[in-house]
Nanobody
Framework: QVQLVESGGGLVQTGGSLRLSCAASGLTFQDYHMSWYGQAPGKERELVATIDDYGWRARYADSVKGRFTIKRDDGESMVYLQMSSLKSQGTAVYYC?????????WGQGTQVTVSP
């Protein structure tokens, strides 16, 4: 059974930092393309950052470029999202996402709230 479990969310002030973690199990992690999505209140879920298998290439939403960093640790089956210089627009539930061709898995999400 595949599980993606996010952690690290919480309340942070504008300009602050947080690191989200996603622990994966039940899959051959290094083969999966891993991503973080964010869903702000009343909005659709959107791609925030993605990293390919083996971590050779990362891509980011324009809104987070230069502030967020996605990394993966294949030995630990973990993917991280380091978020810096957080803005109020960063308030969202952040979801871990794994994809390998037609296989797609989601975590349950972790709430990030950025206060003024």
């Amino acid at each position: 059974q595949v599980q993606l479990v996010e952690s690290g969310g919480g309340l942070v002030q504008t300009g602050g930092s947080l690191r989200l973690s996603c622990a994966a199990s039940g899959l051959t992690f290094q083969d999966y393309h891993m991503s973080w999505y964010g869903q702000a209140p009343g909005k659709e879920r959107e791609l925030v950052a993605t990293i390919d298998d083996y971590g050779w290439r990362a891509r980011y939403a324009d809104s987070v470029k230069g502030r967020f960093t996605i990394k993966r640790d294949d030995g630990e089956s973990m993917v991280y999202l380091q978020m810096s210089s957080l803005k109020s627009q960063g308030t969202a539930v952040y979801y871990c996402h794994a994809r390998l061709r037609g296989d797609v898995y989601w975590g349950q999400g972790t709430q990030v709230t950025v206060s003024p």
